[in-house]
């Protein structure tokens, strides 16, 4: 790596996620004052999380479900009575 390209506050951060309880550790410049104990014992710098991988449900496969049925089926249920409508009058 070329020497004094970094700026002075590039360190290593504890990125924690409170909503998972997990924690990566990456060098960074990003902004905090708050620090934690990690569990190699040391006191990192931590950068509070709202979500990451470890809580989005995107990532976790908690999100919301989905209809089991096709989408013919939920185009009948939201419109077959406007369809059969239709059909009467003609």
């Known amino acids: ?4 390209i970094h700026p002075e506050n ?3 951060v504890l990125f924690f996620d409170s909503s998972a309880n997990e ?7 990003a902004p905090t004052n708050n620090t934690m104990q990690w569990k190699d014992g ?3 710098p ?3 999380l709202d ?3 470890a809580s989005h449900p995107v990532y976790t496969g908690q999100q919301r479900e989905h209809s089991k049925q096709g989408r013919a089926s939920a185009f009948n249920q939201r419109y077959g009575s406007m369809m059969s409508a239709l059909k009467k009058d003609n």
């Open 42 to 44: 040391k006191e990192y």
């Open 1 to 4: 790596m070329k020497p004094n």
């Open 10 to 12: 590039y360190r290593t």
């Open 51 to 53: 979500t990451s991988a």
């Open 23 to 29: 924690g990566w550790l990456i060098r960074s410049c």
């Open 46 to 48: 931590v950068f509070m």
